[in-house]
């Protein structure tokens, strides 16, 4: 029914078999790029980040952030057809990238072992919390987990934070699989033959650490707040509170930064305390935030206008959108997609002087909506394809 074929197009296939940030991240930013991204879900049910609040007309806000461009295939792995339809599509495929825990598709009968042998050049990427290896390989885990567990949580407690906004490990596991995806592929240029790709959301995070674990491992102890420059415990290197209760970041880490603004405050005396900690000289931090509470955060704005001293309002979500900055570079647009209305997307920041093969401006797929256009690539006439949605392997 179905022979042995490669993909032929000039674009990258990918078989996406991720769900939620890391892997939908990910292969949005191959999907911008021109790569053909299928999206295999789960039969009824799909990705499950489509059932995250807050919801945009009925659609999760969570999954049409993260799957434009991208096409959506339903497919039950578990049944022995669905089994057979992905080894066809891997037979296409340059690159499979998935997130279950170790050993998952091993059992199911489609792990790297098992496609490489009818795929030599496919690159397969697991992305997993903890590796492939390790006592932690089973472990179950979240952003929060891979947070504590690296050092940085203690860090960030240490100096008066708690949880950060922002899914750091998730984020860093996104980055790295995309980076090695590429690596891979470009390895692929030279030898013909793809790879296995092992990627670790706590051992992504834990790389952006370099600093400090160099810092903690420099001073032969454990890192304490009073320990670190820019964690807000410099007079330099803080925020500081305005009159209208707003706030005004200061980042003035090199000399001539400092310089310029305690000879612009008439403050000449502190130059000398550029680094200092709260602990150290309290009455220095009083006198700048007397000094900082004596404006409102736009008066600071207009005073620092042509002032070089890396001085920056502390601005909301909706200020940033509105910023002429993020407009000029393009960071955010609106995309209308059907039966939600329009929706913003923020951009991928990279900018290419020549790229041929952009993903274009597509909205994120209905569950499914590809499924029959991508049985038809693999050769599945339209009598089966009605067979196995009637069936529920697709």
Not at 137 to 153: M, P, Q, T, V
Request: with cysteine.
């Amino acid at each position: 029914m179905r022979g042995d074929r490669q993909n032929t197009s000039s674009k990258i296939r990918i078989l996406d078999l991720t769900r939620y940030l890391p892997g939908g991240f990910c292969t949005q930013i191959w999907a911008d790029q021109g790569a053909e991204v299928i999206k295999i879900e789960e039969v009824e049910r799909g990705d499950f980040c489509r059932l995250d609040p807050p919801f945009i007309n009925g659609q999760s806000y969570y999954y049409l952030a993260l799957n434009r461009n991208k096409k959506s295939m339903t497919l039950n792995l578990k049944k022995e057809e669905g089994k057979k339809i992905f080894m066809d599509l891997a037979r296409t495929a340059d690159v499979v990238v998935e997130n279950y825990r170790p050993g998952v598709m091993d059992r199911l009968g489609l792990g790297y072992d098992r496609l490489k042998e009818i795929n030599p050049r496919l690159v397969y990427c697991a992305l997993t919390g903890y590796g492939q290896d390790g006592p932690y390989r089973e472990k179950a885990g979240h952003d929060l987990n891979f947070l504590a567990e690296s050092g940085y949580l203690d860090m960030s407690i240490k100096c008066g934070n708690k949880i950060p906004a922002l899914f750091l490990g998730d984020m860093a596991g996104t980055m790295y699989t995309a980076l090695a995806i590429a690596m891979a592929l470009l390895n692929r240029t030279r030898t013909g033959q793809g790879q296995y790709v092992d990627i670790s959301i706590f051992a992504s995070l834990f790389s952006w650490m370099t600093l400090l674990v160099g810092r903690s491992h420099a001073l032969g102890r454990p890192l304490e707040a009073k320990d670190l420059d820019h964690s807000g415990e410099s007079l330099c290197y803080n925020i500081y509170r305005t009159a209208d209760d707003r706030f005004i970041a200061l980042g003035a880490i090199e000399e001539k930064f400092w310089v310029n603004l305690c000879e612009a405050l008439a403050l000449t005396d502190l130059i000398s305390s550029q680094f200092v900690k709260r602990s150290q000289d309290p009455d220095a931090f009083a006198r700048l935030e007397k000094i900082f509470a004596g404006k409102t955060q736009q008066e600071w704005v207009a005073w620092a206008e042509g002032r070089d001293m890396c001085f920056s309002p502390v601005k909301s979500i909706a200020e940033a959108l509105a910023d002429p900055d993020l407009a000029a570079q393009n960071l955010t647009y609106m995309m209308q997609v059907p039966g939600v209305g329009e929706v913003i997307q923020v951009a991928m920041p990279m900018k290419f002087s020549f790229s041929s093969d952009a993903g274009g401006n597509n909205p994120p797929p209905a569950l499914g909506q590809h499924t029959e256009e991508i049985l038809a690539s693999i050769d599945i006439d339209e009598e089966e394809r009605k067979r196995l949605k009637v069936e529920k392997v697709v």
